[in-house]
């Protein structure tokens, strides 16, 4: 049986859309050591999380500076 690897900082992902889903998978794999690209077409809400809020209530602004 083969371990999981472990992530590093060269490891990427995407994630598509930044809703109610797709934020906190993002956020998650910040934490976890991966380069993030996440895509939004909703302009209110790349505003909103490009000023560093967020509109998903477990995310909070503190959370938001730390991945940022």
């Known amino acids: 049986m083969t371990q999981p ?6 490891d990427r992902c995407v ?3 930044q809703g ?3 934020l906190p ?3 998650r ?3 976890g050591g991966y380069d993030v690209l996440g895509f939004e077409v909703d302009d209110a809400k ?6 560093g809020d ?3 209530e477990d995310i ?3 959370m938001m500076a730390e991945i940022i």
């Open 60 to 62: 909070t602004p503190a």
């Open 54 to 56: 967020s509109h998903v």
């Open 46 to 51: 790349v505003a909103l999380l490009n000023s």
């Open 15 to 17: 994630v598509i859309g």
């Open 29 to 31: 794999a910040v934490l």
């Open 20 to 22: 109610y889903v797709g």
């Open 5 to 10: 690897s472990q992530s590093t900082a060269s």
């Open 25 to 27: 998978v993002a956020v």
